[in-house]
Nanobody, 126 residues
């Protein structure tokens, strides 16, 4: 059974940083591309960024490029989302997801991801 569990969310002031973690279990080795998505109230879920199986390739939404960094530690089966210079518009529930059909390429559409975590709330106050 595949499980993805996010942690690290919380309430921070604008300009501060947070690091989210996504602990995975049940995936075949560490061979899946992983992604982070977010969903703000009243809005659709959007792609934040993703990383391929060995961390050699990453992809980011324009809205977070230069502020967010995705990394992974396959020995710990964990993916991270480091967020700097947070803005109130970054407020959302953040989800990690695994795309088991993708290894070297980082997909963006949510439909390409097969497994999802339960989400962690990030709230940025102005």
């Amino acid at each position: 059974q595949v499980q993805l569990v996010e942690s690290g969310g919380g309430l921070v002031q604008a300009g501060y940083s947070l690091r989210l973690s996504c602990a995975t279990s049940g995936l075949t080795g560490s061979s899946s591309a992983m992604g982070w998505f977010r969903q703000a109230p009243g809005k659709e879920r959007e792609f934040v960024g993703g990383i391929n199986w060995d961390g050699s390739s990453t992809s980011y939404a324009d809205s977070v490029k230069g502020r967010f960094t995705i990394s992974r530690d396959n020995a710990k089966n964990t993916v991270y989302l480091q967020m700097h210079a947070l803005k109130p518009e970054d407020t959302a529930v953040y989800y990690c997801a695994a795309a088991r059909r993708f290894r070297t390429v980082v997909p963006r559409p949510s439909s390409m991801f097969d497994y999802w975590g339960q989400g962690t709330q990030v709230t940025v106050s102005s």
